[in-house]
């Protein structure tokens, strides 16, 4: 009988099958994922890896867990030290900034890929923990929501529920516009202080858009 391994080395192997994964999503994309293919990275059997991971589904969805789990410790650590809400804004974004650039593959996989989501695996044994990603993801969409309707009332403007969503998925966008940019290096071409000039569109950005949305128009 092959004896039980510990479980701090069970952990260890699971996070390097976890981490191998994710390097193949990030650089060919979900469908170039197999077990067979990690099996093969990793020096280890089929059958061996099976032991830790049901299907590279499983392993999938763990990895967007994982991030976003770490996104929400990012969001939630600036927050809770923001000495008022439109500062707790401010760094928010910059947190989410910071998340991108610091966990790029974690970013790309979770926010850049064609890879399955929740409504694909509706019916299939990793339908469970699908919901349990997508409930993760949600929770870090309605934080981001509330700490902006906290901002908006900090200056005394009280905003509708559909204006709050519209203003969070322009602002998701720039987000995001901005983390690409700085992934694919582009954003190098036009300036030489390219984190310099992201920090200066983040002062910027809530005062723009609540003039934009919700300030009355002349």
Same mark, same amino acid.
């Given at each position: 009988?092959?004896?039980?391994r510990?479980?701090? $080395?069970?952990e260890?192997?699971?996070?390097n099958?976890?981490?191998t994964?994710? /390097?193949i999503?990030?650089?060919?994309?979900?469908?170039?994922?197999?077990?067979?293919?990690?099996?093969?990275e990793?020096?280890?059997?089929?059958?061996n @890896?099976?032991?830790?991971?049901?299907s590279?589904?499983?392993?999938?969805?763990?990895?967007?867990?994982? /991030?976003?789990?770490? @996104?929400?410790?990012?969001?939630?650590?600036?927050?809770?030290a923001a000495?008022?809400p439109?500062?707790?804004?401010?760094?928010v974004?910059?947190?989410?900034?910071?998340?991108?650039?610091e966990?790029?593959?974690?970013?790309e996989?979770?926010?850049s890929?064609?890879?399955p989501?929740?409504?694909?695996?509706k019916?299939?044994?990793e339908?469970? @923990?699908s919901? $349990?990603?997508?409930a993760?993801?949600?929770?870090?969409?309605r934080?981001?929501?509330?700490?902006?309707d906290?901002a908006?009332? /900090?200056?005394?403007?009280k905003?509708?529920?559909?204006?709050r969503?519209?203003? @969070?998925?322009?602002?998701?966008?720039?987000?995001?516009?901005?983390?690409?940019?700085?992934l694919?290096?582009?954003?190098s071409?036009?300036?030489?202080?390219?984190i310099?000039?992201?920090?200066?569109i983040?002062?910027?950005?809530?005062?723009?858009?609540?003039?934009q949305?919700?300030?009355p128009?002349?």
């Amino acid at each position: 009988m092959r004896p039980v391994r510990p479980q701090e $080395q069970v952990e260890e192997i699971k996070q390097n099958v976890l981490n191998t994964a994710l /390097g193949i999503i990030a650089q060919e994309g979900f469908n170039a994922l197999t077990m067979r293919r990690l099996g093969r990275e990793l020096g280890m059997t089929a059958p061996n @890896l099976y032991n830790y991971f049901t299907s590279k589904d499983e392993i999938y969805i763990t990895l967007m867990i994982q /991030g976003f789990t770490r @996104l929400r410790e990012y969001m939630v650590e600036v927050s809770e030290a923001a000495s008022n809400p439109f500062q707790r804004a401010r760094d928010v974004m910059r947190a989410y900034l910071r998340f991108g650039f610091e966990h790029p593959q974690h970013y790309e996989l979770m926010f850049s890929s064609h890879a399955p989501k929740t409504p694909d695996y509706k019916g299939t044994p990793e339908e469970s @923990l699908s919901e $349990q990603e997508f409930a993760l993801g949600m929770e870090v969409a309605r934080f981001a929501e509330t700490v902006l309707d906290l901002a908006l009332e /900090g200056v005394g403007l009280k905003a509708t529920a559909d204006q709050r969503r519209t203003m @969070l998925i322009e602002l998701w966008s720039l987000l995001h516009g901005m983390v690409s940019l700085h992934l694919t290096g582009n954003s190098s071409y036009l300036t030489d202080r390219v984190i310099e000039t992201y920090e200066h569109i983040l002062n910027l950005l809530l005062e723009r858009f609540i003039n934009q949305h919700l300030m009355p128009k002349k």
